[in-house]
């Protein structure tokens, strides 16, 4: 069993930026895969970064690339997401997650373990 916690979320400007901060229990993350994803106000959760068991490769939402950086800290069990340039359109509900693979992917169906979420709103 894996328990996730995110924090980092909250109430900034546009062209502000957060870092989303996801810790992990229960398990070491070492050779799993990492993702956030995220769901706003009446639509469907989506991907918006995900991360390999060593960092080496990263996948991104092209609505966040060039915007976002996701990496991880395996001696910490712990992902981040450091968003910069953040819009109005960025504003929802940011969940981590992990995928018992060592290769991530951007399919939410094949990640195993979800945190609750952390809101991050932006205003214009």
């Known amino acids: 069993q894996v328990s996730l916690a995110e924090s980092g979320g909250g109430l900034v400007q546009a062209g502000g930026s957060l870092r989303l901060s996801c810790g992990a229990s229960?398990?070491?993350?070492?050779?799993?895969?990492m993702g956030w994803f995220r769901q706003a106000p009446e639509k469907e959760r989506e991907f918006v970064a995900a991360?390999?068991?060593?960092?080496?490769?990263?996948y991104y939402a092209d609505s966040v690339k060039g915007r976002f950086t996701i990496s991880r800290d395996n001696a910490k069990n712990t992902v981040a997401l450091q968003m910069n340039s953040l819009q109005p359109e960025d504003t929802a509900v940011y969940s981590c997650?992990?995928?018992?693979?060592?290769?991530?992917?951007?399919?939410?169906?094949?990640?195993?373990?979800w945190g609750q979420g952390t809101q991050v709103s932006v205003s214009s």
């Open positions: 997650a992990v995928r018992l693979q060592t290769l991530p992917t951007r399919d939410l169906h094949a990640y195993d373990y």
């Open positions: 229960g398990r070491s993350l070492t050779r799993y895969s």
């Open positions: 991360i390999s068991w060593s960092g080496a490769i990263t």
